[in-house]
């Protein structure tokens, strides 16, 4: 963001570039505006670039209406074709990481709000020669820049969810633990560390765009568990103990989602990404199936996201990794052949509900 250090620094900007902010203005020095350098710098050329058009149809001999439609036209051609061109090839750079891509979205979202002052900077400028009040200029700026933004949000949730990625191919479980860690994994511990660093940047960004983005990383939070435990094909067998320390980590992935992690963001809203993955580590680690075949199919279901399908697939790793367990054992005792035939029968009757939902 644009920083100055003294009144002088502060009135030239705001002297270039049309922003009025009380709050700032009554603020101590050094002062912080909510966008860089890029923004007065584009404004200002624009403004040149305007003049400067100008200047080149003075001894052309042109009509004052010839002139008026070539320079809206061609400053219409430098902000949705130059400068979109730029905007665009900056927002899909590789190179470009998620704190530029929320200033990148602030600052477009300024630009924005200048296309009304640009079209009274060129029809003022058009009427010094001819006094015509009917002419008003008509800029697509506006409207440029909104694309632009969009673009650059879209940049960022998939920014998000890379990094969610990264995160997750950093994770090591031990799918055979007999009990759990007693405290989060460190993959999970640092990713949300990440997250709450990376959600302080988005408190100026518009409180849709904020949701939007914490929203889309606690759905994909909660859709690489899923993929982890249903998913991934190198992943044959589930031990009791390895959901219990998926509890602990969901456990501090609903805590950043209760947090508000942006202000003004709801945190129901978050928490309710993470559902599917909940329900289904519920219904394992508190063996609530009774509950599960009572009300399935109800509205008043407590676990109306687990499909059959998902839990026969689970079951049957669990299954996988007591078939493991036992062959350790030299004699099977009781509670384990109990558990057998427990799961025998939660599995006959999970193959008995209809597989769609």
Same mark, same amino acid.
Request: one cysteine or more.
């Given at each position: 963001m644009l920083q100055v250090v003294n009144l002088t620094e502060y009135a030239s900007v705001v002297a270039a570039f049309p922003f009025k902010d009380p709050n700032l203005e009554k603020s101590a020095f050094p002062r912080r505006f909510p966008f860089s350098?890029?923004?007065?710098?584009?404004?200002?050329?624009?403004? #040149?670039?305007?003049?400067?058009?100008?200047?080149? !149809?003075?001894? @052309? *001999?042109?009509? &004052?209406?010839?002139?008026? #439609?070539?320079? &809206?036209?061609s400053t219409n051609l @430098? @902000?949705?074709?130059?400068?979109?061109?730029? $905007?665009?090839? =900056?927002? &899909?750079?590789?190179?470009?990481?998620? $704190? #530029?891509?929320? &200033?990148? !979205? =602030? *600052? !477009? *979202?300024? @630009? #924005?709000?200048t296309n009304i002052y640009l079209e009274e900077f060129i029809t003022s400028v058009t009427k010094s020669s001819v006094k015509d009040e009917s002419y008003k200029a008509e800029l697509q700026g506006k409207s440029m820049f909104k694309d632009a933004r969009a673009e650059a949000e879209e940049q960022i949730y998939e920014k998000l969810k890379a990094k969610i990625d990264e995160s997750f191919d950093l994770a090591s479980y031990d799918w055979t633990l007999n009990e759990p860690e007693g405290r989060a994994s460190d993959y999970i511990i640092d990713l949300v560390a990440f997250l709450q660093s990376t959600f302080l940047a988005f408190t100026n960004l518009p409180l849709k765009v904020a949701t939007t983005a914490c929203a889309a990383a606690c759905q994909h939070i909660n859709r690489k568990l899923m993929y982890m435990i249903l998913g991934d094909e190198d992943v044959r067998q589930v031990s009791l103990g390895a959901l219990k320390q998926l509890d602990l980590d969901l456990i501090q992935c609903e805590q950043f989602a209760s947090s508000e992690p942006v202000k003004g963001v709801d945190s129901t809203l978050l928490i309710e990404c993470l559902t599917d993955v909940r329900q289904l580590l519920d219904l394992f680690n508190q063996c609530d199936f009774s509950a599960y075949f009572h009300d399935f199919g109800e509205r008043t279901s407590k676990y109306p996201r687990v499909t059959p399908a998902s839990a026969i697939k689970l079951l049957e790793k669990i299954r996988e990794a007591d078939k493991d367990k036992k062959k350790i054992l030299a004699v099977l005792k009781k509670d384990e052949r109990d558990k057998k035939k427990l799961h025998e029968t939660i599995l006959k009757q999970l193959k008995e509900l209809p597989q769609a939902m």
């Open positions: 350098s890029m923004v007065p710098k584009v404004y200002k050329q624009v403004k #040149e670039f305007v003049r400067s058009s100008l200047w080149y !149809t003075e001894d @052309l *001999n042109l009509t &004052q209406t010839k002139i008026d #439609e070539m320079i &809206q036209k @430098l @902000l949705t074709g130059t400068l979109s061109g730029c $905007l665009t090839t =900056l927002i &899909q750079k590789p190179s470009v990481g998620l $704190l #530029e891509l929320i &200033q990148i !979205t =602030l *600052n !477009t *979202n300024y @630009l #924005e709000c």
